[in-house]
Every structure is written in C-alpha cells, then in structure tokens.
C-alpha cells in the first residue's frame, strides 16, 4: 500500500510539473480602436488556437487611438499593441517612449477622407470651409497638417474638430460634418449608417494625395522586450500566421470576431477584413516580405511625422524605433 501510494504521489508531482511546464505564458494585446472587422486577425488567433498552439495565453484589450496604445505600453497597462506607426515616432522624438515597432501590417497608408457623394467633395482642397471631424486620438492627426501642405494648403487651412470615434458615422449621417477623416478599413460600416439617411459613402484615399509609408504596425514595450523575448518572439509568429489564416478566410475572420464580440455585425465585419486585405498584400510586401520594414520606406514615413511636428528629418534615426525580434 505505501508503495503504491508513493508511486501515486510521485506521479502526481510529475504531472503538476509538467502541467506547470507547459502552462501558457499570458500576453496582453491591445488593439487601436473598436473592435472591427479590420481588427479580426487577433480574434481569429485566440478563436482558433493559433495563439494556444504557441503557449500563449492572450487577451485582446481595446484602445482608444494609436497615442492611447503607446501610452499605455510605455506604462506597462498593455505588454503588445496595434497602431499607426506614426504616433509611435512621434512620442518616440518628442518623449522618448519605452516602446518599439516590431512587425509592419500596412504597407500602404490607410488613412482617408470619407464623405458623401452628394457633398461635391473631390479633393483636400474641396475640404475648406468645410465641417471635418476626426477621432481625438487617431494617428491621422499627425501627419494631417503636412498632408495639406503637400496639396498647396497652409497646414491650419482646414481645422478638423476632434470627437469620440463612435459619432464619426452619425455625425457624418445627419450632416453635422461634411467629412471626417477614418481609415479605409471601417467603409463598410459607414455604408449602413449612411442608408439611413438616403446618402452614399465616398472614400478619398489618403495615398491618392501623396501619402506614403506605413500604417498599422505591431508595437511592444521596452519591458517586454527586455524581459520576455522568447514570449513576444512567439507572439509575433503566431499574430503573423493569425493574419495570413485570416486573409484566406475572411468569412472565418468575421465569424471569430463575431464570437468574441457579440455586438458586431458579421458581414460588416467580412467586408472590413476583406478591405484591409490589400493593406497588407501589395507589392511593397511582396517585395520585402511580411512584416519587414524597410530602411527607405522607413525613412519617408518618418521624414512625413517630422515635418509634421516641425522637427529636423535629422534628429531621430527612425530605425531606433524599430526592434528585431529573434
């Protein structure tokens, strides 16, 4: 009996240990904005045990603007995040942020302005003396300024009243705001809004007009960096599997999403996740691979953030902001 019951212990011992072993590493994940469609490739890693078959154990918060996810990796709230890589240079020069680029997900800018067919608007220059609205914290409003410098406006020519990123859509609707500025990916959400009211959404294309370099890029603190490479290294190929999962089944995307966050209306999100897909699959990524940032491409975006800030293209190497995970 005693031997039968050491053996049962012994036993026990080796299986909390192993168990132990094996217990999933916990991530936190921050995305930028609502829960959308465009945001499905997360959701799909946690819904279809992607992130599981890595060891991870990830929990997918929601931010309020690419400056709030900075902000709150640099104060250790989040351990990874989404964003535009823009407000991650900007706080990086301007405050020296514990925080790095570690993956690029656009490679195409997705930032434009959305109005209505009926509005006459056809250009940035057709915005003045108009109502523009924009999300309080959108790394849009980084480079707005210098966007309107590059088709001959002065960059206070067209002032865009920042509201909570919820009352774009309606605000755009009932004819509060002429336009707001959005990312390309959250169209079709619009569409049903603006049916409401008998008005059909136009998108003008921020790279129409001249804007270069990159969008939404994965972000980590210096924290988990320093301590837990091995974690983030893991996370970072299982976000990328995640999104290439996703790009081959957007109906999958939707449906994970759907899951996770009840409110959100499935085709809605189809939509959204198929009209980020050429973000993602271009030339540019073909040409350097998934993920990669390139030195030149690199550069433009940062030299468009520092004239935007009025600074000296010189006074930040932007590969400081980038960090190579192994």
Request: glycine share 8%; no cysteine; charged share 20%.
């Amino acid at each position: 009996m005693m031997k039968t019951l050491g053996t049962l212990l012994v036993s026990a011992s080796l299986i909390a240990t192993g168990a132990a072993a094996q217990a999933a590493d916990s991530v936190s994940f921050m995305i930028d904005w609502l829960p959308a469609g465009d945001k499905a490739a997360a959701y799909y890693g946690v819904e279809n045990g992607i992130f599981e078959e890595a060891g991870l154990d990830v929990s997918i918060a929601v931010g309020r603007g690419s400056s709030d996810v900075v902000t709150k990796l640099a104060t250790g709230t989040a351990d990874v995040g989404s964003g535009g890589l823009a407000a991650l240079l900007q706080a990086v020069a301007t405050e020296n942020v514990p925080v790095k680029a570690v993956l690029s997900v656009y490679t195409i800018q997705p930032d434009s302005i959305f109005t209505t067919e009926d509005s006459g608007i056809e250009s940035i220059a057709d915005l003045v003396d108009k109502n523009l609205a924009t999300a309080t914290f959108s790394s849009s409003n980084v480079v707005w300024p210098l966007l309107l410098e590059a088709n001959g406006l002065a960059p206070d020519a067209i002032v865009a009243t920042k509201v909570d990123p919820g009352a774009l859509a309606p605000m755009l609707a009932t004819g509060q705001m002429d336009a707001t500025i959005n990312w390309s990916t959250v169209a079709p959400a619009y569409d049903a809004v603006l049916a409401e009211t008998g008005k059909t959404l136009k998108v003008l294309p921020w790279s129409d007009f001249g804007y270069e370099g990159y969008g939404l890029s994965i972000f980590a603190s210096d924290t988990m960096l320093a301590e837990r490479p091995e974690v983030l290294a893991r996370f970072l190929d299982a976000y990328t599997k995640a999104t290439e999962a996703a790009i081959a089944d957007p109906a999958g995307a939707a449906a994970a999403l759907k899951k996770m966050v009840p409110e959100v209306d499935e085709a809605t999100a189809v939509d959204q996740w198929t009209a980020s897909i050429p973000l993602m699959e271009n030339e540019i990524s073909e040409r350097d691979g998934m993920g990669a940032f390139d030195p030149e491409l690199l550069a433009t975006t940062w030299d468009w953030v520092a004239r935007s800030l009025d600074l000296d293209p010189a006074s930040l190497d932007p590969a400081r902001v980038i960090a190579t995970v192994e």
